[in-house]
């Protein structure tokens, strides 16, 4: 199908959408030019292309970037089979901008379909957004408006769009700034609900990290307070990597049906994201640098901490965690090597002690979700 008939008929199937239809009516049961001009701006922000050929090309480059973030992949047998006969709707936690390079090459790396990314329009701005409209094909999303036409227009245009290729969206709708798991954002589930399609799935996606590349960046504001400019965050990210090493883990969950959820009913639509999140939570990797974080109090020994470790690890073994590690030796050990390397702790002979709170924080978050009872107490 040519690229300019593609665009057409996704136009005309978006404005010939019941719901947009209501919206572009005025009050004499004409069309409303205002809310036609905005509806017609709306759709062509949203139009972007994905050219496969120099979408993998981008690959090397980038695995060059990466080439120091060790890649973990568990359970990549599920959206193998999940997209042989239906469409799939990724959804992920959000760490890092890290996450949207990663996931897309595990997927390609594997031979699995590439979805489209929703990412926030931020990311659309200069040479990065012309890459993003004519390469990746990535979906600019306004996540904060309010605006009753975009936000119509946004989700006639998912419903619309998942009947072509399968999606990747953040279920948090941007990173976590605190180190937490965060609410679920409603806005893109309900918009694959209204779709109404058969055959189609929401598989969980973890992402974890032993250190997040911009960690010291997104601790200091712990809550996002305005937008920057992601070509600041990119230059911040670019000089942040300089010598930096991590592992990443990337964990698919079992697909939920979309089936039975009425995208009608509020309560079905809140019950299809918790249930989406709280697969994302368990399928987080626990990680040494996060377990060592939880244990630790402002000044500890060792054994003290090992110890600390080894209950903690028992009580999240018992509940089902993904723990990467079970000795509590090695966590530790694990663990301060890469909070030490960050300037989270000091060891010295005889004892281990803080140095940042607010970053030790941010990690301990990240598993608060599966220790909720943990205290706070660094």
């Avoid at 790396?109 to 990535?138: E, K, Q, S, W, Y």
């Avoid at 670019?238 to 089936?259: D, N, S």
């Avoid at 974080?293 to 993904?322: C, F, K």
């Amino acid at each position: 199908m040519a690229y300019g008939r593609h665009i057409d008929e996704l136009t005309q199937a978006v404005l010939a959408r019941e719901d947009v239809v209501r919206l572009l009516e005025g009050a004499d049961g004409h069309p409303d030019p205002q809310a036609v001009k905005q509806v017609h701006a709306y759709i062509n922000e949203l139009h972007t292309r994905q050219r496969y050929g120099l979408y993998r090309s981008l690959r090397l480059p980038l695995k060059l970037l990466l080439r120091n973030i060790k890649r973990h992949v568990e359970h990549i047998d599920r959206p193998k089979a999940a997209t042989r006969d239906t469409r799939v709707i990724y959804a992920s936690n959000h760490r890092s901008h890290v996450d949207y390079v990663v996931q897309p090459i595990v997927l390609d790396d594997n031979g699995i379909r590439p979805p489209l990314t929703a990412a926030g329009i931020n990311l659309f701005g200069g040479p990065l957004g012309l890459l993003h409209r004519h390469v990746t094909g990535a979906i600019p999303v306004r996540r904060n408006t309010k605006d009753p036409v975009y936000l119509v227009t946004l989700k006639a245009w998912v419903a619309e769009l998942l009947s072509r290729r399968d999606m990747f969206v953040y279920i948090e709708g941007g990173r976590s700034y605190s180190g937490e798991l965060k609410p679920p954002k409603t806005g893109l589930l309900h918009a694959a609900m209204q779709a109404e399609l058969p055959n189609v799935v929401v598989m969980p996606v973890a992402i974890a990290y032993d250190l997040v590349l911009e960690d010291r960046a997104l601790a200091r504001q712990g809550v996002k307070r305005r937008q920057r400019r992601f070509s600041w965050e990119l230059i911040e990210m670019l000089t942040l990597g300089i010598g930096f090493g991590t592992r990443v883990f990337v964990t698919f969950g079992e697909p939920i049906p979309l089936a039975g959820y009425n995208h009608e009913s509020r309560r079905d639509v809140l019950d299809l994201a918790h249930r989406t999140r709280d697969a994302i939570g368990r399928l987080y990797k626990v990680l040494p640098s996060a377990l060592v974080a939880t244990a630790m109090e402002p000044s500890l020994t060792r054994a003290d901490l090992e110890r600390r470790v080894g209950d903690l690890v028992g009580s999240l073994a018992a509940s089902g965690a993904n723990l990467a590690e079970r000795d509590a030796h090695q966590v530790v050990h694990e663990g301060l090597r890469a909070l030490r390397w960050n300037g989270c702790l000091r060891v010295e002979a005889s004892r281990i002690r803080v140095r940042d709170r607010g970053l030790l924080r941010y990690y301990s978050r990240s598993i608060q979700h599966l220790c909720s009872s943990a205290p706070d107490r660094t």
